[in-house]
């Protein structure tokens, strides 16, 4: 299904049943598409991570616990 941004500001509700019944929902803005709304999986394993480096820490071999490194960047700034 295809809506704008016009109709998600004013019809989210209807939008997210439509989502919610399965389909998936491409919101256009000035006719191109520029987001999908998709129904989210009920899958708990999908969201979890066997790492929990993951994203842009997954492979920065320099990093071995994330809150140790960032608050080494932020102890400059206090």
């Known amino acids: 299904?295809?809506?704008?941004?016009k109709d998600l500001r004013f019809n989210t509700k209807?939008?997210?049943?439509?989502?919610?019944r399965g389909e998936e929902?491409?919101?256009t803005y000035r006719g191109k598409p520029c987001a999908k709304?998709?129904?989210l999986n009920k899958n708990k394993n999908s969201m979890?991570?066997?790492?929990?480096?993951?994203g842009v820490w997954k492979n920065n071999k320099e990093v071995e616990?994330?809150?140790e490194y960032v608050d080494n960047l932020r102890k400059g700034r206090f």
Request: glycine share 0%; charged share 30%.
């Open 14 to 20: 209807e939008l997210l049943e439509t989502v919610r």
């Open 48 to 54: 979890e991570h066997e790492n929990e480096l993951f």
């Open 37 to 39: 709304l998709v129904p």
């Open 25 to 27: 929902v491409v919101i």
């Open 65 to 67: 616990d994330v809150s």
């Open 1 to 5: 299904m295809e809506s704008t941004a």
